[in-house]
Each structure stands twice: as C-alpha cells, then as structure tokens.
C-alpha cells in the first residue's frame, strides 16, 4: 500500500516504468519530465538500457526509470534487456506498469504481473487514450487490470497529448521516501551528455533505415570535446553493425544515409545540449555482436 504523504521536507519517489515494447515508455518519460531523455520510435526494441528522467517539484523529486520492453530474447542482448527490466522494479519505490489500452495480455506481460506480486507496490497505466474511439474497451481493459488484484490503482493517460499525466504524478507522490534529492534540482537526466548524443544518433539510425539493420547496430561516442575560443563541441561517433553489407546500406551511394543521419542527429544535439555541434560519425563491423558478451560489455550496455 501507498507510504505517508510526502511532507514539506525534501523527498525523493523512485519510479520503474516497465511495459511491452512500444508501448510508450519512453514517451512517458520524455512527458512527465519535460524534456527528451530517451529516443523514441515506432520500432520495437528503442529502449536498450535503463534511462534515469528526473523532475523536481519543490520538495518533491521524481526519479523516472524508463526500462527496456519486456519481450522474449532472441539473443544474448535481447536476454541482458530483459534481465535490465526486471531488476528494475527491486530498486524503486513503486512500478508503473504500461498497458496498451486493448488486446490480450501477452506471455512477457503476464510474467512481469507475476513478479510484481513479489515486489514493490504498483500502478497500473493504460497509455494511448488518445487513440481510442470506444471508450467501453478502455472500461473493459481497466476492469481486467483491476481483477489481477495486482495494482494499487489503475489510470488511464496519453503520453502524446498528456491527458492524465498529472493525475500520474499526484499518484506517485504518495509512494516518496523523506530524505534528500539524489540529483541537482535543474538536471533532468543523469545520463552524461556523450550518452545522450550516442542515442540521439541511434534514434536517427532506427527512424532511416530498413527493418533488419536497426537492431543490429550500436553507437558509441568515441570523443565529446568542448572547443575552448568558441562555443562549439565536437563530437566522434562510430555505429557499429553487424554485416559488411549494412555498413554498405548505412553510409548510401555517395555517403548520402550517413550524412542525412548525422544531420538529423547534429540539429538534435544542438537542441538539446544548446551549443553547436561539430559531428562526426564513422561505421565499422563487429560481427554477432549481438551474441557476445564482451563486445555487449565493451558497447556500453550495463548488466542489471
């Protein structure tokens, strides 16, 4: 059940947002905190770690934790993913659990319900209410949720247009620790800035290309230096892939893909870190990377 209310001295609520892929956690995140933190796509699989948003409301800290989509693994990466999401409501306060707001209930859905009975409290969250036009069906989805005997409430939100976030956030208020902020009052993230420009190139990757290249790709800043006579940082990324032929397909004829992704990710890095951005990206091959332990660890994906 829900802690005391929080008070007027400092707390902080730690929040597992969990969920199938593409079922808008990200975008969740991204409009609870008010600024981009995590990519978003329409492609499964977007979120490839945990991403930490951060919103501070006078005493109040809100510390979002955007975990990848829970889903059966088909490789060594998929299994470290999956591994990442479940670890994640151990380490919080309360989980959000994102629904779609129809359909069944898949298999990695219904284990995560199970292990939720187990764990911390939790929220139920039919996202996407933007979208429906029968409002029985989101009566009928909230019932069901209900019936799992799981959740301590079910909400129904629009990550899109925002509807019900608020509610959202008035809901998690109950669940805050007393103590300190973790994090400075004006940060939003506390993923470094490397970090950020390495998945606004990704997104730009998942957006452009063809259905079998995204997944097998992975990008690292290998450089962020900040010039010293004028406002302006460069940047080395490297995308890695999987084939010598996606390396073919990512760069284009005459460089043209590679460019359009760069572009697109440079005008999003500016946004973002509010400085002009000197970018630079290369491609090179790690075959299977997707299935080998080191290279996962040398990529930069964390083990939970």
Known sequence: MPHNPVNEKTASVFVALVGRPNVGK???TNRLVGEKVAIVTQKPQTTRSRITGVLTRGPLQYVLLDTPGIHPPRNKLDARMTQTAAASIKDV???VMLFEPSGALNESEQKMVEA???SAPALAVINKVDLLRDFAALEARRR????LGVFDA???VSAQDGTGCEELLEKLRAYAEPGPHYFDDDAFTDMPEKELAAELIREKLLLFMREEIPHGVAVTVESFKERQDKDLVDISAVICCERQSHKGIIIGKNGQMLKKIATAARLDCEDLLGVHINLKIFVKVIENWR?????IDDLGFSKP
Request: charged fraction near 35%; hydrophobic fraction near 40%; aromatic fraction near 0%.
């Open 26 to 28: 990200s975008s969740l």
């Open 93 to 95: 306060d309360v989980t």
């Open 116 to 118: 939720l009975r187990h």
């Open 144 to 147: 069901e949720l209900e019936a």
């Open 154 to 156: 079910v909400l129904a």
């Open 291 to 295: 299935n080998r332990e080191k290279q």
